[in-house]
């Protein structure tokens, strides 16, 4: 697969990570994740939130796509990344709200 098919899915993914209604369970878990050297700012907690959201929804997303890939006789690599980007954009149907609200200022 091009790595130039994986922009669109981390694109996707990130934003995912920041606007999910899952990054508060994700944050309200940090004392589960986070290590205990480092400082638990808020704003740190969340940003690591938001990254674990991203990369948690890249791997779900990728697994028809890795699916597809193995059970295929001849995989055609822009299908896979149309799989992968599909499964990223129906994971992140959830965040569309809070985009929006972000969007429209409120």
Same mark, same amino acid.
């Given at each position: 697969?091009?790595?130039n098919?994986?922009?669109?899915?981390?694109? !996707?993914?990130? /934003?995912?990570?920041?606007? $999910? =209604?899952? !990054?508060?369970?994700?944050?309200?878990? %940090?004392?589960?994740w986070?290590?205990?050297?480092? =400082?638990?700012?808020?704003?740190? /907690?969340?940003?690591?939130?938001?990254?674990?959201?991203?990369?948690?929804?890249?791997?779900?997303?990728?697994?028809?796509?890795?699916? %597809?890939?193995?059970w $295929?006789?001849r =995989?055609? $690599?822009? /299908?896979?990344?149309?799989?992968?980007?599909?499964?990223?954009?129906?994971?992140?149907? =959830?965040?569309l709200?809070?985009v929006?609200r972000?969007?429209?200022?409120?």
């Open positions: 697969m091009d790595r098919a994986l922009v669109p899915v981390m694109a !996707v993914a990130i /934003v995912n990570g920041i606007f $999910s =209604p899952w !990054v508060l369970m994700v944050f309200l878990f %940090y004392p589960v986070y290590p205990g050297w480092a =400082p638990p700012l808020s704003q740190i /907690v969340y940003m690591a939130s938001a990254l674990i959201l991203s990369t948690m929804t890249i791997m779900l997303a990728g697994v028809p796509a890795a699916l %597809y890939e193995r $295929s006789t =995989p055609r $690599s822009i /299908v896979v990344a149309s799989i992968w980007l599909a499964g990223t954009v129906l994971l992140t149907l =959830p965040a709200p809070n929006m972000a969007l429209s200022g409120g």
